[in-house]
């Protein structure tokens, strides 16, 4: 479509867009898509005048509301476009259908104006793709069109001989290599640059979204449904190199996918990439399923997003890439105090043509007593991982917000109930229906408790882990693990058929086997004509508004009483907001002086949105308290109190009272102050806890003492002790979360001082203490002597004298907790920790940057890392 129309309708009178074409604006490792235009202007004198303009835009730009103007540069006497890489960019990847010999597509990179453009160039044709009238071709190369210049770069006609006069900053650069495939699609990111702002860029208004909302409702008027095809692959590669040919999983026997969707779980199990993030692996994986996708097709690399061993590829076919659009990707951590990236998702989520897909890959906690920490895992990817939206005035977009949602990984759910032996009977028997009916995941699906409304397919082969590596053969090692269909691909949406779902036998490289499936899914299609007259209606139809309404909501509610707010327990109120006769937008605004709408520990969600007519919207206050927020609420600093203010855009301000009250805990209390606390904290009147909060951290140095103080906390004494008692065998202690409602039950043990009904999991407590480390407002190893302490790392007597500056309580809970270490490493052997391992946990907890400072950079982090480590190995 000639997207020059979109363009034309955001000129003023006299300017005429000529041409336009789709281009990547290109700042450093920045890969931006550009709309560009070139725009001419006749002059009252009768002459003329051209600008390039560039736009950025939310989907195919088909009108004037479908982009943004960004930058405007004046094609004047001593413009020049030069060809930067005149040997191009590798970017698509791909197979001669006929020959059968590898083929590519290749992008041009363009300066001008000190930007740097990239555009395709079509096969066969060695210039790109723009020509000017009256200009001569934009591009490198041969043209048939007059005015070209032997040098290859475009000019103006009529100023020809200035394109041979460059500055030396102008002249051609070495072609840099890439190790790997260029991303083809654009990205949803916008870049608005300062120019944009001079040029008063249009804002998303009211109009604006009742038009998108109106559109959104009649979708069905303007686009059909076509099916595209969907491979979805997952494998745990048990940090294994690529050793074998992935044609056979990912093209063997099948048509070409129109998309490709191919996860990777444990693909480094190596400390470094735990720890550090890096790996070389993901080159290595990635250039493999780049050489094993289907040859009678060819693909652009959309996105690639990891997390530590958890990677996620989505390729398209070449001719699908201007389809895909608002592409996004995060990650959720949920390994050990939820943060770790050992177990976790990854998801890259897009808009297909009109339909919104989201793919997550997950790794879900291990062992098979574990089933209730996978369901945790599952519910917390859904809830924290979020996307944001090319608008950014619209909240964050979660896994459930879209049409599409398919879900692959290595979710660990296991056959119970069924000795090892009956498993591999009922496999011999291919009985997988009987063996079906104990798997923990069916079992959890069933109750509720995870993936709800998704549909998995008919398991119709033999569990895909735990295999010898190299063979086919089940587990031999020691523990003999049970065989189970720990790699699972799930699906939720409509018009989704599953056309296959299997195992890959034939490849040995893992422990577990690939899975793969194939999906038919049918995408909204946008009709170009349909969607036009559809928009002139809405369009005329809003015209006859009438704009002087002022609007007006009800709210259900709008006093709301948080009772007994504990540490790290989530509280929800909600209320409805009831829309009159005209639409409208709402959002909670800042009260003057404030930099927020709301205290730290609240979140209107969503905080702001738009209302149609007498229509309605669900808003849920979440109260949390973490360790941002604690110590000045345990203090009395801060309390449960905050008022809201709900705004209408052209209409008045509503008024939300907001109060309760927190229950003090040791989470958050400095380590002077629990020191100096010889009762439980919630035996305390709440003055003795505020005067104790508000302590200097040096108090009990100077020889004055309110009361006799205990030598550590009694609390980290609680938690210390239970793992001496029970966990220093504990295998992945430290690194295996805890359950979350067991940690409340610990942290109500600690507050209370019952420590007799402490009843968990050996991980729940150790997850604890590392929170209760987190959580201390000045850390172990004090603020003040920081730098002193990474100075010095790698000389241990200059070390140890750093710590012996520490404050009297800060020193003992060091050596305390160093010994308590040292004990763990003594069982090595039973609990496969080693000093790296808890140096590198402990590190970043005792020795943090201080406040207000940015997290610590990956040498700060390994400095940390071998200051502790010191003490794990030499005597105290």
């Known amino acids: 479509m000639d997207q020059s129309v979109a363009i034309q309708e955001t000129l003023a009178e006299g300017e005429y867009c000529v041409i336009a074409v789709q281009g990547v604006l290109c700042e450093g490792d920045s890969r931006q898509s550009r709309l560009l235009g070139l725009v001419r202007y006749r002059l009252e004198h009768g002459g003329q005048e051209h600008a390039l303009f560039l736009y950025t835009h939310r989907r195919m730009a088909i009108t004037g509301d479908d982009v943004s103007l960004d930058q405007i540069v004046p094609v004047s006497r001593d413009f020049a476009l030069e060809e930067v890489s005149p040997d191009g960019e590798l970017y698509i990847l791909g197979f001669d259908s006929a020959t059968r010999d590898p083929e590519f597509l290749w992008l041009s990179r363009y300066r001008c104006a000190e930007l740097e453009l990239e555009m395709p160039r079509p096969r066969g044709c060695n210039s790109a793709l723009v020509t000017w009238p009256g200009y001569a071709t934009i591009g490198g190369g041969g043209s048939n069109f007059d005015g070209l210049r032997p040098n290859g770069k475009g000019v103006p006609m009529d100023q020809s001989s200035r394109g041979q006069d460059k500055p030396e900053s102008l002249q051609p650069r070495q072609n840099k290599s890439k190790s790997e495939i260029t991303d083809m699609v654009r990205s949803s990111t916008i870049t608005v640059s300062d120019k944009a702002h001079i040029l008063s860029m249009q804002k998303f208004g009211l109009r604006d979204t009742i038009v998108k909302s109106h559109l959104l409702q009649k979708e069905e008027d303007y686009t059909y449904i076509q099916n595209f095809r969907f491979f979805v692959g997952t494998y745990n590669v048990n940090g294994q190199s690529p050793k074998e040919c992935l044609q056979l999983w990912l093209s063997n026997g099948i048509q070409a996918p129109d998309v490709y969707c191919v996860g990777f779980q444990e693909l480094d199990l190596s400390k470094e990439a735990f720890f550090f993030h890096d790996t070389p692996k993901e080159e290595e994986w990635f250039k493999a399923v780049s050489e094993g996708l289907h040859p009678d097709a060819k693909y652009a690399k959309v996105k690639l997003i990891r997390l530590v061993g958890i990677m996620l590829l989505l390729y398209v076919k070449q001719e699908h890439a201007a389809y895909i659009s608002e592409v996004e990707a995060e990650t959720v951590g949920t390994g050990i105090m939820g943060r770790m990236g050992n177990k976790g998702g990854v998801a890259i989520r897009f808009q297909f043509h009109n339909t919104s897909i989201c793919v997550v890959n997950s790794h879900l906690a291990a062992h098979i007593e574990e089933y209730e920490r996978r369901n945790q895992d599952y519910k917390d990817i859904c809830s924290r991982m979020q996307f944001c939206q090319p608008d950014p005035s619209l909240p964050p977009l979660t896994i459930s917000n879209h049409d599409v949602i398919l879900w692959l990984g290595d979710l660990n759910y296991r056959i119970e109930e069924l000795d090892v032996e009956k498993v591999k009977k009922l496999i011999e028997e291919k009985d997988f229906q009987m063996l079906y009916a104990y ?93 036009r007259k559809t928009l002139e209606e809405i369009v005329r139809s809003l015209d006859k508004m009438e704009n002087a309404n002022i609007p007006s909501v009800s709210l259900s509610k709008r006093e709301f009483c948080f009772q007994n707010v504990k540490y790290m327990q989530l509280k929800v109120e909600s209320f409805t907001i009831h829309n009159g006769q005209v639409p409208c937008h709402f959002e909670f605004i800042n009260k003057p002086d404030e930099e927020s709408y709301c205290k730290q520990w609240l979140n209107a969600n969503p905080s702001r949105g738009f209302l149609l007519p007498d229509s309605d919207v669900e808003i849920d206050l979440e109260l949390f308290v973490n360790k941002t927020t604690a110590t000045k609420l345990n203090s009395g600093e801060d309390k449960i109190e905050d008022i809201l203010v709900l705004h209408l855009d052209r209409g008045k301000d509503y008024f939300l009272s907001v109060s309760g009250n927190y229950l003090p805990s040791c989470f958050g209390s400095p380590i002077h102050t629990l020191c100096y606390m010889r009762e439980p904290i919630l035996d305390l009147p709440l003055e003795t806890i505020s005067e104790l909060t508000l302590m200097p951290v040096w108090t009990g140095d100077d020889g004055s003492q309110l009361e006799s103080p205990m030598e550590i906390p009694k609390e980290l004494w609680m938690l210390v002790d239970y793992l001496y008692r029970n966990a220093v065998q504990q295998e992945d202690l430290f690194q295996q979360p805890g359950l979350r409602s067991e940690f409340e039950h610990i942290r109500d043990c600690l507050d209370t001082g019952m420590i007799d009904n402490l009843s968990a999991s050996n991980h729940s407590v150790a997850e604890a203490l590392l929170l209760f480390l987190e959580s201390l407002p000045e850390p ?60 590198s946990i402990f590190g970043s907890l005792l020795l943090r940057n201080p406040a207000g400072h940015q997290k610590l950079d990956m040498t700060e982090k390994k400095k940390a890392q071998e200051f502790i480590h010191q003490f794990l190995c030499n005597p105290l």
């Open 439 to 531: 798997d923990q995941l069916k079992i959890q699906v069933a109750a509720k408790t995870v993936f709800e409304d998704f549909t998995e397919g008919e398991l119709t082969f033999q569990p895909t882990y735990k295999y010898d590596t190299g063979s086919d053969d089940w587990d031999t090692s020691e523990k003999c693990r049970a065989p189970a269909w720990c790699d699972r691909i799930l699906w939720k949406g409509k018009n989704i058929t599953q056309l296959s779902y299997q195992s890959h036998m034939a490849l040995k490289t893992s422990d577990h086997k690939p899975v793969s499936s194939v999906f038919d899914i049918g995408v909204r299609v946008v009709n170009d004509e349909l969607y």
């Open 780 to 839: 172990v190893i004090c603020y003040s002597t920081y730098h002193n302490c990474l100075e010095c790392s790698g000389n241990y007597i200059a070390s140890k004298q750093v710590i012996s500056t520490l404050p009297i309580f800060h020193k003992n809970v060091f050596h305390y907790l160093m010994a308590f270490l040292r004990e763990l490493l003594k069982n090595s052997a039973k609990n496969h920790l080693d000093e790296n391992i808890l140096a």
